[in-house]
């Protein structure tokens, strides 16, 4: 295979191969620097030896991912203060390169995290990216059984959040109604719309101020977060961005990004309030568009 044409099969697929790395690893940084290895892995092998090019690139996506996810995970440990996902920018691609836009919601990698690296990259290869079982297990050298089982395990683990849906027009309701609660600082409203058991999670990495710890439950939550509005956000320009495949908001103030935050919405109400903070997360996003740069 010629280098041009290497370089083209490649670019074809490099949208899966960072949708796969991103769901695996959480970060955009992370995901970048594996698809870099995975290219200069793609370099150094016979292409005409290579069967199905696409097939072979998200095999070695997903074996770099889980490398890299234990020593991650590791990191992680020690990070300060609750950890989230870098926000990522889906105005362009809703689904980041999968079949389908599962696993890419800022609650479900959260969700994912619980899982061994095994059970992530079966539960990411099959919801996402429909592989089948035959071929995951082979991704990850292993039986077919076992990566079911795999997969069982994986659904288990996720199936005990919260993970059922709403409409748009609910999600557009009660989202509507949040806002409106949030801007005018009214406790009873504002607790209408969330969850009894609502967590609030503030991801600043130790770099900015921001809650250290999970805060949970209806009361708490509310009263957190129009504490946060009065004394920090009250000036903060919130706009509208498609980030995880879901709408999410930037907080920007005199054109700097400050922060990217999301609701977890579901028959309940708002079961989760995601708040990046962290600057080493933000430096994708930009304030005016509220789209990645």
Known sequence: ???????????????????????????????????????????????????????????????????????????????????????????????????????????????LERLTPAERAVYVLHEAFDYPYRRIAEVLETSEANARQLAARGRAHVA????????????????????AAAQHGDLEALEAVLA???????????????????????????????GVVEKFASDLDNVPASCNGDISFVGSRDGETIAVWTLDIGPEGVRGFYNVLNPAKLSRITAVSGLSG
């Open 196 to 226: 009894e058991d609502v967590v609030a999670l503030s991801d600043g990495g130790g770099a900015v101020i921001a809650a250290r710890k999970p805060v949970v439950g209806r009361e708490r939550v509310a009263r957190f977060l129009l």
């Open 160 to 179: 005990g959040g919260r993970t059922a849906s709403v409409s748009s027009a609910e999600r557009d309701r009660v989202l509507a109604a949040f806002l």
């Open 1 to 111: 295979m010629a280098t041009d044409t290497a370089l083209t099969t490649f670019e074809n697929v490099r949208p899966r191969l960072f949708g796969i790395a991103y769901r695996m690893m959480g970060t955009v940084a992370e995901a970048e620097d594996l698809v870099q290895e995975a290219w200069l892995r793609w370099q150094g092998v016979d292409h005409d030896a290579v069967r199905e090019p696409a097939a072979f690139l998200a095999t070695t996506i997903t074996r770099l991912a889980l490398t890299e996810l234990g020593s991650a995970r590791a990191r992680r440990e020690s990070y300060v203060g609750p950890w989230l996902p870098e926000p990522v920018d889906t105005s362009a691609d809703p689904a980041l390169g999968a079949e389908r836009g599962e696993a890419l919601s800022v609650a479900m990698l959260v969700l």
